[in-house]
C-alpha cells in the first residue's frame, strides 16, 4: 500500500472532481445546439468533453472531441455567450457533490488543512456554483480559468494558489480527474490524485500514473498526511 502524500494544502479540480456537474453543462450544450440547427448530444458524450473550459467545450461539441475554439469566429463567440447564459441560469438545477465530497472537506477542515478550487470554469461561476451547493465556506481560495492570464494545465494557477495558502510549494497535491488536472501537477511539481470517476474523456485515470487514484471521497483522508513532521518535508513525493 502507498504511504499517504504529506502535504500543507490541497488543491481541488471542480467538474468531475467535487461535483459532477455534467447534466447541467449537457443541458447548456444541447440549448445552443438544437437553436442553431443541429442534433443534440447525449450526455455520456459530453461527459467525455468537459475540462478544458466553456470554450473548448462548445467547440467539441460542434466539430467533435478533437476540435480546438476557433479564433476570430463571431458566429461561434455568440454561440459561446449563448452558452455561458444559459449555464449562468441552470447551473446546479441537477450538478451535485460526488459522495463523500462533504464528508471529506469537513476532515481536511478539521484537521487544519487549508484548501482551495482550482478550475478552468470561469471564476464567477465557480464561485456561484461552491455557494450554491454550500461548500464555498471550505475553500481559502477560488482560482477560475479567467482569474489568471494562463490557466491550466499551466502550472501558474496552480502555484498561485498554494502562495494564497501559505503552503510551500514542494507541499501541496492536487486532487483532480482529467489528463489536464495531471499535466498542471507535473508542470507545477507537485504529486496529483485522480478521482476515477470523473470526466477524463472515457480513458481509465491508471493508464496515466497519478501518483495516487481514488476511486471514491471516503479514501481522501487516507491518501494525504497533514502532520507536523510534513512541514518538514521537501516533496510531498513518496
Known sequence: MNAPLPCR???FDLDGTLVDSAPDLWGAMNHVLTSRGREPLPLDQVRHLVGNGARTLLARGFWGEGAEPPNGDDA???AVAAFLDHYRLHLVD???PYPGVPEALESLTRQGIPLAVVTNKPERFARSMLEQLGMAS??????GGDTLPTRKPDPAPLHHALESLGAPAGLGVMVGDSEVDL???RNAGIPVILHARGYNRGIDVRQL???RVMEH?????ELLSFSSSARMESTCHN
Open 94 to 96: 441537477h450538478s451535485r
Open 209 to 211: 500514473r497519478p501518483d
Open 183 to 185: 499535466e498542471a501537477a
Open 217 to 221: 471521497f471516503d479514501q481522501l483522508s
Open 138 to 143: 471550505r475553500f481559502a481560495l477560488v482560482v
Open 9 to 11: 494544502g490541497v488543491l
Open 76 to 78: 461561434f463567440e455568440e
